[in-house]
């Protein structure tokens, strides 16, 4: 019995990944630095694998993105981006100006950055996987590399199409493109091909490919071209091992008669996997890699029924390799220095570094070992309670009815009354919410953690930033204000201090994409609010200023989709938990006099089903749950916010939401995100146009802004638009965010007077 883990997070228990990152950017370490602390990372990962399971991975330490660097492998380097010069261009393709763009990965919240296929063709530029393989070789450790495989590669990728422009190849992944998807996809298997080739070369004889993509609904032609794919592959006579998670193979049978050496398969994300072994057994010459350990949900697993369920799979097939589920950079790094968690509640996690000590105590219980058995036996009480209930929380869901999901009038009736209440211009201009988190904000906030600092003389501090902001965003001209958002680390985990039944770490970190890091909370009981979230620095925020001042709230779906959460209680209900706190909040806001409010649900995508079929049960629920805490009064507006680029197929869920303005990131992929709202028709509602992209610390010029609003003016009437960033402002500096705003407002109020002369 062999155990195996893969994914295990970069960003080092002290959050060293992301220190040299930024540290280099900032210039305060120099390139070779940079490359030093990511060998000793990558030395103290490998350490950990070593003593907890019988492989070893490599090339799983990216300075960005994996997916970045298998474009790069590939040399799939877009032209604007020049001759490549090492760590510039990466960085470049990654952050700089022109990056390419950023989206999220299935539905997790890690984000990936998009390859860009101009050319048909493709050659191997840095072959990162040799590279990391002879390095841990020459110090004697045998890997095993993990690479992401040319079907995902290229399912994710974007590809220029002369025509249409840069188009993502799930879209051209229909039927008519067939045939592009296969030139492209034999042209890059020649490539991997060379990987492997180079990899058996220097002494390699296992790879391990990671294949996510064949978990969406996959048609039976792309199948052949998987097919086609990993024929080509085996042909090298390097073993192979397929990895699929997150969700069920889309296709059980052709999945385990690719010609390649082991397949993993994820056994906690549903449970179609287990079924189809069950019911059309497993190959017996081939091996089950069986991913039992759930890779994103902090849970102590029930290793008594793990080892039952491995028994079993041990009857059905050959060979079974103990796994995790999925990657394990969904988790923080350790439980261990985590103090403060409610009672009862430590006992019951594990992060990444005890998932690895799961598979290594699982697998010697397997082999027979009485250590292991015993440590299993003991662990079993845990699921013999229930554990954080509160029957007050209950008893509200029990009693929601249809109208407590419905507002009390149609958008349209509503638009007139807040029309008359607000009185905002054409293209009326706003911010997504937060304001530069500086390092003395996040000082102050960490004082005030830390009782170093009493509290207040922190919201002292907190009024004074609110101030400045509200002055600032007077003086250049904002129409509907904000109030910066200072007193929160993060926007769900702010709402998670403030309410019962979820818990927040210290030191929980978990990458969403290059530097950038979060810790999300955990759900572990029924959720409630006890006293107001947000009414305090809103109130007097809106007291400094007669322009609206938009409420801030992270909506249900979000703050569920952001944090780990139980697994005993359906989704759907948890939802509706968050919502109904959220609602009470509403209505605080509402009675001090607030008449927008925004409630953010930039995860309500991201936590789709990964297969149409599952979509129908996800968005009833989501939908209702948000429509549940945005039930206000007809005069107040209700805004939402959502980043990302992928409405075409949600669109209609989108608008059963009842919000009354979204905001939308736009800038990215140039507006060609808003296309999606002309094709539904009868769109009615007002959205905000993302017209610069905060991921990146370049300033954007009025032009360029211009540009995305007059691109959405085409297709949607102009009295629907507003005008925004396409997020929250906290990750910038105020050296940047002051010209950006600046322009934008200039752009906009140039824009008004072009067209009020027009007619
Ligand atoms: N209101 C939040 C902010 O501005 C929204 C962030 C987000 O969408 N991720 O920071
Ligand atoms: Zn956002």
């Given amino acids: 019995m062999k155990a195996i883990a893969f994914g295990f997070p970069k960003i080092g228990e002290k959050r060293e990944f992301k220190k ?43 300075y960005y993105d994996f997916m970045l660097d298998t474009a790069l492998m590939v040399g799939a380097i877009p032209e604007r981006f020049g001759t490549y010069k090492g760590m510039e261009t990466y960085f470049q393709m990654a952050r700089g100006k022109n990056a390419l763009e950023m989206t999220k990965w299935f539905n997790t919240n890690y984000h990936y950055l998009v390859p860009e296929i101009e050319k048909e063709e493709f050659y191997l530029f840095i072959n990162k996987p040799l590279n990391e393989y002879s390095f841990f070789k020459e110090g004697d450790i045998e890997t095993v590399p993990h690479i992401i495989g040319p079907f995902t590669f290229l399912r994710l990728s974007k590809v220029l199409k002369k025509k249409e422009g840069i188009l993502p190849l799930y879209e051209i992944g229909k039927i008519e493109n067939r045939e592009t998807f296969e030139r492209l996809s034999d042209k890059l298997s020649d490539v991997y091909l060379q990987v492997l080739k180079a990899l058996k070369k220097a002494g390699c004889h296992r790879v391990h490919l990671e294949e996510p993509a064949l978990v969406l609904d996959t048609e039976n032609w792309q199948w052949d071209i998987v097919e086609a794919i990993y024929k080509k592959l085996s042909s090298e006579g390097i073993s192979i091992g397929l990895f699929t998670y997150y969700d069920s193979v889309s296709d059980y049978e052709r999945y385990i008669s690719l010609p390649v050496q082991a397949f993993h398969l994820d056994l906690v994300s549903n449970k179609e996997n287990l079924k189809n072994i069950r019911e059309k057994g497993f190959p017996s ?69 005890e998932k690895l000590k799961e ?108 101030k400045k902001v509200i002055n600032f965003q007077e003086s250049i001209g904002l129409d509907v204000l904000v109030h910066g958002e200072f007193e929160r680390t993060d926007m769900v985990e702010f709402f998670a201090f403030k309410m019962e039944g979820i818990a927040t770490t210290k030191h929980g970190w978990v990458l969403s994409y290059g530097s950038r890091v979060y810790r999300p909370p955990i759900i572990y009981g029924d959720v409630s609010r006890t006293e107001p979230m947000t009414l305090e620095e809103i109130t007097y925020a809106q007291s400094l200023t007669n322009k609206p001042v938009k409420g801030m709230l992270t909506g249900p779906v979000t703050i569920l989709n952001w944090s780990y959460y139980r697994e005993d209680v359906p989704k759907k209900e948890i939802a509706y938990q968050i919502a109904l706190a959220l609602l009470d909040e509403v209505k605080d806001l509402e009675k001090a006099g607030i008449k927008i409010i925004q409630i953010d649900e930039p995860a309500f995508r991201e936590g789709v089903p990964l297969k149409k079929r599952d979509w129908q049960e996800y968005f009833n629920w989501a939908v209702k749950a948000f429509r549940l805490c945005s039930r206000a ?10 980043c990302y680029s992928e409405f075409n197929e949600i669109i209609e869920y989108i608008y059963q939401m009842d919000f009354d303005v979204i905001s939308i990131e736009a800038s990215r992929s140039k507006g060609e995100i808003i296309e999606a709202f002309e094709r539904f028709k009868g769109w009615d509602r007002q959205i905000g146009i993302g017209v610069y992209d905060i991921h990146s610390p370049a300033i954007p010029t009025k032009e360029e802004m211009k540009l995305i609003l007059e691109r959405a003016m085409k297709i949607l009437p102009k009295e629907l638009l507003w005008v925004n960033p396409d997020c929250g402002l906290k990750t910038r500096k105020w050296e940047e965010v002051e010209p950006a705003l600046k322009n934008m407002v200039q752009m906009t109020q140039e824009l008004r007077e072009e067209i009020l002369s027009e007619v």
């Fill in 359 to 466: 598979l290594r105590v699982l697998r010697d219980a397997l082999r027979g070992c009485e250590e292991a058995l015993g440590e299993i036996k003991k662990s079993g009480k845990l699921y013999e309670d229930s554990f954080g209930e509160n029957p007050e929380v209950r008893k509200r869901i029990t009693a929601l009815r249809d109208e407590d999901f419905r507002r009390e009038i149609p958008y349209k009736e509503r638009q007139k009354i807040q029309k008359d209440t607000l009185n905002l211009p054409l293209f009326p201009t706003t911010t997504i919410g937060s304001f530069p988190q500086t390092e003395e904000v996040r000082k102050k906030r960490t004082a005030f953690r830390n009782k170093k600092i009493s509290q207040k003389e922190y919201k002292e501090f907190i009024r004074e930033q609110i």
């Fill in 20 to 62: 040299l990152l930024e540290d280099f950017w900032k210039g305060k370490i120099s390139e070779e630095e940079l490359h030093r602390g990511f060998r000793n990372l990558a030395l103290w990962r490998t350490q950990l694998y070593k003593t907890n399971v019988d492989m070893i991975p490599c090339n799983e330490l990216s």
């Fill in 633 to 642: 009064k007809s005069e107040t507006q209700i805004h939402t916010h959502m």
């Fill in 285 to 353: 010459d081939k091996g089950l890699i069986a991913g039992v350990i759930n890779g994103r949900q902090p849970w102590k697993a029930n290793l008594k029924e793990k080892l039952k369920l491995v028994e079993e799979l041990m009857n059905i097939a050959g060979s079974v390799i103990l796994s995790n589920s999925c990657p394990l950079y969904h988790l923080p790094v350790t439980v261990e220095p985590e103090d403060e968690l409610p009672e009862g509640l430590k006992e019951r996690l594990s992060f990444a570094k």
